[in-house]
T-cell receptor
Framework: NAGVTQTPKFQVLKTGQSMTLQCAQDMNHEYMSWYRQDPGMGLRLIHYSVGAGITDQGEVPNGYNVSRSTTEDFPLRLLSAAPSQTSVYFC???????WGDGGNEQFFGPGTRLTVL | GQQLNQSPQSMFIQEGEDVSMNCTSSSIFNTWLWYKQDPGEGPVLLIALYKAGELTSNGRLTAQFGITRKDSFLNISASIPSDVGIYFCAGRTYNTDKLIFGTGTRLQVFP
């Protein structure tokens, strides 16, 4: 298994440009999520999905869109990039987020480092 | 948004020393996870805890789910240089499907 993969690894955008960050997992996980990591802020949840066709907002959703057409893929779209979106973006997946023992552990991709000028 | 209180923020220790860090929350959690992040990489899961009082080890790492369900501890024994990195706690309350992350403990180990 490749686990969680993310592309690109690095990206530089100009203000106002749009782009899509790709995320894929081959573990048949139901739950996928996007986080951004800024210095001193830990990981903040942008959007998440509990299964194909279902998405919901996290803590910092503004300026981002997501879709989940398949179990494997969960792309994150920046509609009109702003300097405030300069960050490291991580995609993560887990078997479930339901109650109970096990299966909630989230596995992270290697990250996309985005700079918006 | 809600974040966990993780302490200390940073630690500078000598190789061979033991390390202790913890996370506290104002809410009761049903899941505690501990991650390590190396520079330029994504967080990697170290230990998962699901029951109050649970004590789990992974090599030189030991983590505990606090009895009050509002805290968790991670201990590293006999630290080595490759322990360097940022350690994050993460937790989940009963009425949500989202994980909440601590702000991280940055660990430096000197030979």
């Amino acid at each position: 298994n490749a686990g969680v993969t993310q592309t690109p690894k690095f990206q530089v955008l100009k203000t106002g440009q749009s782009m899509t960050l790709q995320c894929a997992q081959d573990m048949n996980h139901e739950y996928m999520s996007w986080y951004r990591q800024d210095p001193g802020m830990g990981l903040r949840l942008i959007h998440y999905s509990v299964g194909a066709g279902i998405t919901d907002q996290g803590e910092v959703p503004n300026g981002y869109n997501v879709s989940r057409s398949t179990t494997e893929d969960f792309p994150l779209r920046l509609l009109s990039a702003a300097p405030s979106q300069t960050s490291v973006y991580f995609c993560a997946s887990s078997y479930t987020q339901a109650w109970g023992d096990g299966g909630n552990e989230q596995f992270f991709g290697p990250g996309t480092r985005l700079t918006v000028l | 948004g809600q974040q966990l209180n993780q302490s200390p923020q940073s630690m500078f220790i000598q190789e061979g020393e033991d390390v202790s860090m913890n996370c506290t929350s104002s809410s009761i959690f049903n899941t505690w996870l501990w991650y390590k992040q190396d520079p330029g990489e994504g967080p990697v899961l170290l230990i998962a805890l699901y029951k109050a009082g649970e004590l789990t080890s992974n090599g030189r790492l030991t983590a505990q789910f606090g009895i009050t369900r509002k805290d968790s501890f991670l201990n590293i024994s006999a630290s080595i240089p490759s322990d360097v990195g940022i350690y994050f706690c993460a937790g989940r309350t009963y009425n949500t499907d989202k994980l909440i992350f601590g702000t991280g403990t940055r660990l430096q180990v000197f030979p």
